[in-house]
């Protein structure tokens, strides 16, 4: 087993472990939200965590702290057909659209059920068993994490965190796009080896892909020498 099959596998084991600890929360507050609803409030606590993470490292929630992303990569990753996700779920419009949704039909059930707790924690409890449903499809049929690219507060850390810990591609990829093999979100770093930093807002920096380089030419370590100390991190977003 060559040192970098060993590093990738590192990576993969310490992701893991952390994801065993916050899946759990995802059935928590599904399912115990339908008989104690005011477990839905916790999802707020998702929400704030994700957006406030975003503005200082990027999507780096959704790696492992998020359970839902957790949920997906440890129990439905294996059931996966692990097909190409569609580009349709990388539109603009798309992800726009989910975010109004979502949020609209939060607002609609706050505004019904306004003053009264459990009503308005129910309002998030229906609309994570929804989602999580649409995710579990998903995922199954195509991809994982195909869900992770319409989440609504995936969407809002793609805006925020433009120029946020961005991965850095120094000069020598061979383009042998073994780091777009190991990314989850089927990200593929080495497009962006003549811009020198990744681009693509989506990055969960999970750091699969530095561990799966051959030529050691990613990292999350600005080199003033090689890359002009000026991220260009936000070529791409939602
Ligand atoms: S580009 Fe690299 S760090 Fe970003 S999500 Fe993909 S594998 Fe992880
Ligand atoms: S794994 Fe490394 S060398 Fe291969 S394409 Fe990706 S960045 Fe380039």
Sequence with gaps: MTNKSKKLIEVKLKRTSLQAL???????????????PIIGFLLLGCMIGSVGIAAFRGRAWCDWMCPRGSFFDIIIAPISRRKSIPSFFRYTGVRIFMLMLILTVIGVQFYLGWGDLNAMAMAFVRVLITTTIIGIFLGIIIHPRVWCHICPMGTLGNWISKGKKPLYIDKGCAGCELCAAACPMQLNPSEYKF???MGDNDCIKCGSCVAACPKRVLTFEQ???????????????A
Excluded: Q, R
């Design 22 to 36: 916050t899946w759990v929360g995802l059935p928590l507050v599904a399912i115990g939200g339908l008989f104690k």
């Design 195 to 197: 811009e020198k930093v």
């Design 223 to 237: 080199k003033k020498d090689d890359h002009g100390g000026t991220p260009i991190s936000d070529c791409k977003s």
